[in-house]
């Protein structure tokens, strides 16, 4: 089981900005498109953003313009930049590979917009 590493998140008020990192194995994220998912309360995971090998990424319209992802060939580590937060961006975030595989799944890192 190979599992990611995901840290960063916290307590932020809304219009604030948080930048969460995933370290992932290097046999992992060196031949994988990565990205990050988060899982509302209640509801399933879904794909926030991903980027390519080659640093192309697609972001979820409810995201779009907000949140930048990005990645670190050197460190085996992928990025969330996420600014101008909602109440709605609160959720538990993972990192996994594309498609995700479920034995990759970390434990996530929560983040909660709220004043």
């Known amino acids: 089981q190979v599992q990611m590493v995901e840290s960063g998140g916290g307590l932020v008020q809304p219009g604030g900005s948080l930048r969460l990192s995933c370290a992932a194995p290097?046999?992992?994220?060196?031949?994988?498109?990565m990205a990050w998912y988060r899982q509302l309360p209640g509801k399933e995971r879904g794909l926030v953003a991903a980027?390519?090998?080659?640093?192309?990424?697609t972001y979820a319209d409810f995201v779009k313009g907000r949140f930048t992802i990005s990645r670190d060939d050197a460190k085996n580590t992928v990025y969330l930049q996420m600014d101008s937060l909602k109440p709605e961006d609160t959720a538990v975030y993972y990192c996994?590979?594309?498609?995700?595989?479920?034995?990759?799944w970390g434990q996530g890192t929560q983040v909660t917009v709220s004043s």
């Open positions: 996994n590979i594309v498609p995700f595989r479920v034995t990759c």
């Open positions: 290097g046999n992992i994220f060196s031949v994988n498109a």
């Open positions: 980027i390519t090998r080659g640093g192309n990424s």
